[in-house]
């Protein structure tokens, strides 16, 4: 049986802007400003909640360094948070997430999601071992799990996350403290853009453990003892 194994050429640290969820927006902030490194994160996909009158970020892109074209965490084509917190989207690579599909039911007052993931075939190992998986394929997706168990297993743990953080929001919008629509949906141009992680702690002050990254900001209040600073 042959077994996915990444070859650490850094490629997908280069391949183009990573896309993170709300609370990894939170903890790469957190850990770049203490090892003193600059990155610029921007809001990718939002919805405009009502009430408060601002937009909720779910989503957000980290931008690659201008200069080295490449992740601002990779150095020496190393990932520098590997040890600390490495996004789920890098840990699953390269299985990752192809199309993201955000489904709302204004009635019933709920949002979810439905993520199609896929293979990056830019991935040189994906290209090697291509007639294996296809053959794999052929039987069913879930065999996958088989070729790379812990990309898929991290893919998972994205996705739960994910319906995690929106069926917070929907408890909200359905006990009346939120109203949301689609970002596309609201014209409120200038309204302010609020991650949705810190929205969510102000209604659930225990959400670092709803999410299990309790233990992830943990170690960042330490990162200067980690890394000897
Ligand atoms: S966070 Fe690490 S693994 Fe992810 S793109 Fe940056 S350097 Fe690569």
């Not at 993931?117 to 007639?131: Q, W």
């Not at 997706?141 to 088989?146: C, D, G, I």
Request: charged content about 25%; hydrophobic content about 40%.
């Amino acid at each position: 049986m042959i077994r996915f194994k990444c070859i650490l050429e850094g490629l997908c640290c280069r391949l183009s802007p990573i896309t993170i969820q709300s609370f990894e927006a939170i903890i790469l902030l957190e850990i770049a400003k203490k090892l003193g490194i600059r990155i610029s994160i921007k809001p990718s996909y939002k919805v405009y909640e009502r009430i408060n009158r601002v937009y909720l970020v779910l989503s957000y892109i980290l931008e690659l360094d201008k200069d080295s074209r490449s992740c601002p965490f990779l150095k020496n084509n190393k990932c520098l948070i590997h040890n600390i917190y490495k996004p789920l989207i890098c840990r699953s690579f390269p299985y990752a997430p192809k199309q993201v599909k955000y489904l709302y039911n204004e009635e019933l007052k709920f949002v979810t999601a439905h993520v199609e993931y896929g293979l990056s075939t830019k991935c040189p190992v994906i290209k090697r071992d291509k007639k294996y998986i296809d053959k794999l394929m052929k039987y069913t997706p879930a065999t996958l799990y088989q070729y790379m168990p812990n990309e898929y297993h991290s893919a998972i743990e994205a996705e739960n996350k994910r319906l995690l953080i929106l069926k917070l929001l929907s408890k909200l919008w359905r006990r009346g403290l939120i109203d949301i629509v689609p970002a596309e949906k609201a014209y409120k141009y200038d309204a302010p853009h609020v991650n949705t992680y810190i929205f969510l702690q102000k209604y659930y002050p225990n959400l670092p453990y709803i999410l299990g990254i309790n233990k992830v900001l943990e170690k960042i209040k330490d990162i200067r003892r980690i890394w000897g600073q």
